[in-house]
Nanobody
Framework: QVRIVESGGGLVQPGGSLRLSCAAS????????MAWYRQAPGKQRDLLAS???????NYADSVKGRFTISRDNANNTVYLQMNSLKPEDTAVYYC??????????WGQGTQVTVSS
């Protein structure tokens, strides 16, 4: 049984920062790529950033230079550091975690609201 727990969302003013966390756990399970998505009301879920177990990263153009994805392999946790936040970053943020055998699991989502 794999469990994914996200945290770190909230309300922040434009120009502010937040760090999201996503902790994955599962007996005897090893995790591969981890990724962050977001979904604004009425819009599709978009991939923001991904990171392999070896630390290779990829970013969507919309967040490149502002968001940083990182991971702690010892604790199976992936982070998303978000800086210079804009109102258009307001969305529910989700993490997706892949096991080594290719199955993926999703977190419950955490709300990020950027507003003055």
């Amino acid at each position: 049984q794999v469990r994914i727990v996200e945290s770190g969302g909230g309300l922040v003013q434009p120009g502010g920062s937040l760090r999201l966390s996503c902790a994955a756990s599962g007996s005897g399970v090893s995790f591969a790529t981890m990724a962050w998505y977001r979904q604004a009301p009425g819009k599709q879920r978009d991939l923001l950033a991904s990171i392999t177990s070896g630390g290779s990263t990829n970013y969507a153009d919309s967040v490149k230079g502002r968001f940083t994805i990182s991971r702690d392999n010892a604790n199976n946790t992936v982070y998303l550091q978000m800086n210079s936040l804009k109102p258009e970053d307001t969305a529910v943020y989700y993490c997706e975690v892949f096991t080594l055998w290719g199955r993926d699991y999703w977190g419950q989502g955490t709300q990020v609201t950027v507003s003055s």
